[in-house]
């Protein structure tokens, strides 16, 4: 028997009659000219006052509502957290199309698919709070037959419904970082292509992580393969298939040769992360990262060229498609076989499209939907403060796998930086993370002096940016706070940092993601905000945190005793990544973390088939970069550059080549 709480019921027997409600108020609103007269015969349908709902578009969106006893008097739109520009310049638009309609029943945005149905949403859950259905918390977290809340079940969608078929060979999910190599690759290996996304393209990463390509050959570097597996087998704690990241050993330079190929074409240069500098430090670095130079790109027509443009200018010219705003609803099944999918175009019609080689899944994960975190991961919600998710990962690719017979991993994880700073009576976690004010930190992942909210030091600084995160569990507030001098510039050349952290160029004259010119730049903007804070004393530094002041200044005169004997005999740190903390002004921050992707998903094959419940292939379906699985467990690992998304790529290109000659 069907289990529903009593807010499903209300919900579910009250739905008639706001529909016969709505109709008897224009009954009542129009005249026998079909003009506006009263509203008198609409009394009574809701309970005045004032009412607001967030759902997830491309992040929160909120709707307010307030009422009187028969019409909806003022509406608010927040969208100003969306990631998409046209969304959050709709929000006007959408308050007065809710105006108009006295429902939540409003034409879509186009260019805002995502934003106008979170939108309507929320206005429909204003109007059901207003009607007095949804007084009542849900009684439990699964839904009938014992599926979680955050799954739900599988769309039906009637053939009726279905407004368009299109046909093609191999269709790609998700216009991002490895959609865009996966279609690339079923182009060029001949195969009729079509890709769609929910938004548009979600770009294409940086920092994309290779071994022996032909950057790191010209240099020098040399990974042994079986290092790198044995370091990140360790790392994910060996919950992880080792055959994939062999796989990615042995074909990643190729995948990255390629791209070097691509952008070289639009006058591009690739750079590689130059290892070498790094004698003596406690921790395995792997120099694997490659990034673009894209200071002063130009496509012809005076733009800034990115990844996505290069790549999406490519596959046009192979004779991909593209479809935007277009959202996967569901993958669809014949004996067995993923045979395609069913979407919905920019009206919100469905629409089926065939694909008789293949399905690639690469919609980016689930870090945007805060309720499929919370209900998989909260002890990492707990640990963050801020949200960089790319647009449109809200889990869509990870749900249609599951439903389709996909296995999902059982260890969830998520990749975090320790680059976001709160304001000392911040708290991190789900609520901060999705609506909450945050700094962007840069600075985070230095290996400066931290302290827990006792004052004291807890952990060597200098590890990978998620390992601090994790420490943070232990402590009282799930934070810490970095504290650095007005010498900082001077000290983080010592430092010698790796990957994305590092501020200055690398040996090779490789440009570093951000230079320290560029993050001093921030610090004014950081104080003025709240932030962070410039202070002539530790004291008055620990006052503005909310740090025990003698604990802290013990503390610091501590860590200046080790910076003097050039020894760490404390928690054993690198020498040259210790620092004073002496020349004023001083500066401090509350530190905590921030998301960049889920790192969990569907498990699969060294054919980047998804697996079923039984470890068997699923023909027809592929699933590339953050929604697919068995490759990292616990925790990123931060000291190889890239991997997630030198992963996404190398596999994005197998699985176009596989799906484009096999149809496997």
Same mark, same amino acid.
């Given at each position: 028997m069907e289990k529903i709480s009593r807010k499903g019921f209300l919900r579910a027997t009250a739905a008639a009659a706001m529909s016969a409600a709505t109709v008897g108020a224009l009954a009542a609103c129009t005249n026998d000219k079909g003009t506006a007269s009263s509203a008198a015969g609409n009394a009574g349908i809701y309970t005045p006052g004032t009412y607001s709902a967030t759902e997830t578009g491309t992040s929160a969106v909120t709707v307010t509502m307030t009422f009187s006893d028969s019409a909806i008097t003022e509406v608010k739109v927040d969208t100003s957290k969306e990631t998409i520009q046209l969304a959050v310049d709709s929000a006007e638009q959408f308050q007065e199309a809710l105006m108009a309609a006295q429902s939540s029943e409003i034409d879509t945005v186009s260019g805002a698919t995502i934003t106008s149905n979170a939108v309507k949403k929320a206005a429909a859950s204003c109007i059901e709070q207003a009607m007095g259905l949804a007084t009542e918390e849900e009684e439990t977290p699964v839904v009938d037959d014992g599926t979680p809340a955050w799954l739900g079940h599988e769309p039906e969608i009637a053939d009726s419904d279905i407004v368009e078929t299109l046909d093609t060979e191999v269709l790609v999910v998700g216009g991002g970082t490895g959609g865009l190599f996966a279609a690339c690759s079923a182009g060029e290996n001949g195969a009729k292509t079509l890709v769609i996304d929910k938004l548009t393209s979600g770009g294409v990463r940086d920092d994309l992580g290779a071994i022996d390509s032909r950057y790191q050959k010209e240099w020098g570097t040399k990974i042994d393969k079986f290092d790198y597996i044995t370091e990140m087998t360790k790392i994910a704690a060996g919950r992880l298939d080792q055959r994939l990241v062999k796989l990615w050993a042995e074909e990643s330079g190729e995948a990255i040769d390629w791209y070097g190929d691509r952008l070289a074409e639009r006058g591009v240069e690739l750079w590689h992360e130059a290892g070498g500098d790094d004698e003596g430090s406690r921790y395995v670095h792997f120099a694997t990262g490659?990034?673009?130079?894209?200071?002063?790109?130009? &496509?012809?027509?005076?733009?800034?060229?990115?990844?996505?443009? *290069?790549? $999406?200018? @490519?596959?046009?010219?192979?004779?991909?498609?593209?479809? @935007?705003?277009? #959202?996967?609803?569901?993958?669809?099944?014949?004996?067995?076989?993923?045979?395609?999918?069913?979407?919905?175009?920019?009206?919100?019609?469905?629409?089926?499209?065939? !694909?008789? =080689?293949? *399905?690639?899944?690469?919609?980016?994960?689930?870090?945007?939907?805060?309720?499929?975190?919370?209900?998989?991961?909260?002890?990492?919600?707990?640990?963050?403060?801020?949200?960089?998710?790319? #647009?449109?990962? $809200?889990?869509?690719?990870?749900?249609?796998?599951?439903?389709?017979?996909? =296995?999902?991993?059982?260890?969830?994880?998520?990749?975090?930086? &320790?680059?976001?700073?709160?304001?000392?009576?911040?708290?991190?976690?789900?609520?901060?993370?999705?609506?909450?004010?945050?700094?962007?930190?840069?600075?985070?992942?230095?290996?400066?002096?931290?302290?827990?909210s006792k004052g004291e030091r807890f952990f060597n600084e200098s590890g990978t940016y998620e390992g601090i995160l994790h420490a943070d569990e232990f402590n009282e507030d799930h934070c810490h706070y970095t504290i650095f001098d007005s010498d900082w510039t001077t000290y983080i050349q010592s430092f010698k940092t790796h990957g994305c952290s590092r501020m200055f160029a690398f040996p090779n004259g490789a440009d570093p993601n951000m230079t320290y010119q560029v993050? %001093?730049?921030?610090?004014?903007?950081?104080?003025? &905000?709240?932030?962070?804070?410039?202070?002539?004393?530790?004291?008055?530094?620990? %006052?503005?945190?909310?740090?025990?002041?003698?604990?802290?200044?013990?503390?610091?005169?501590?860590?200046?005793?080790?910076?003097?004997?050039?020894?760490?005999?404390?928690?054993? =740190? %690198?020498?040259?990544?210790?620092?004073? *903390?002496?020349?004023?002004?001083?500066?401090?921050?509350?530190?905590?973390?921030?998301?960049?992707?889920?790192?969990?998903?569907?498990?699969?094959?060294?054919?980047?088939?998804?697996? &079923?419940?039984?470890?068997?292939?699923?023909?027809?379906?592929?699933?590339?970069?953050?929604?697919?699985?068995?490759?990292?467990?616990?925790?990123? #690992?931060?000291?190889? $550059?890239?991997?997630?998304?030198?992963?996404?790529?190398?596999?994005?290109?197998?699985?176009?080549?596989? !799906?484009?000659?096999?149809?496997?």
């Open positions: 490659h990034s673009p130079r894209w200071a002063g790109s130009d &496509d012809g027509e005076g733009n800034e060229l990115d990844g996505a443009k *290069v790549l $999406t200018d @490519y596959a046009k010219t192979l004779g991909v498609e593209f479809r @935007y705003n277009t #959202p996967m609803v569901k993958l669809t099944k014949e004996d067995g076989r993923v045979t395609g999918v069913i979407a919905q175009n920019e009206d919100g019609d469905y629409v089926r499209i065939n !694909a008789s =080689k293949g *399905v690639i899944v690469c919609t980016g994960g689930y870090s945007m939907n805060y309720e499929m975190m919370d209900a998989l991961q909260p002890q990492n919600l707990a640990i963050v403060g801020r949200n960089g998710s790319i #647009p449109g990962c $809200t889990g869509d690719g990870i749900k249609a796998c599951i439903w389709a017979g996909g =296995k999902f991993d059982e260890t969830h994880s998520m990749m975090m930086f &320790d680059r976001a700073a709160l304001k000392p009576d911040a708290v991190p976690g789900r609520a901060q993370t999705e609506g909450g004010e945050s700094g962007f930190f840069w600075m985070g992942s230095q290996p400066f002096l931290k302290v827990n993050v %001093e730049g921030m610090l004014p903007g950081l104080i003025e &905000d709240g932030f962070l804070f410039k202070c002539d004393t530790i004291a008055e530094l620990a %006052e503005k945190l909310g740090l025990p002041a003698d604990t802290l200044e013990a503390t610091v005169e501590r860590y200046n005793e080790l910076y003097d004997k050039g020894v760490d005999e404390d928690f054993g =740190k %690198e020498s040259f990544r210790l620092s004073a *903390v002496r020349r004023a002004p001083f500066y401090g921050a509350k530190n905590t973390g921030y998301i960049l992707c889920t790192m969990d998903g569907i498990q699969i094959d060294q054919n980047m088939n998804a697996v &079923d419940t039984n470890n068997q292939p699923i023909p027809g379906l592929y699933v590339v970069g953050n929604d697919s699985g068995a490759y990292f467990s616990g925790t990123y #690992p931060n000291l190889s $550059t890239g991997a997630a998304c030198g992963r996404t790529v190398t596999f994005g290109r197998r699985a176009g080549r596989i !799906a484009a000659t096999s149809g496997i």
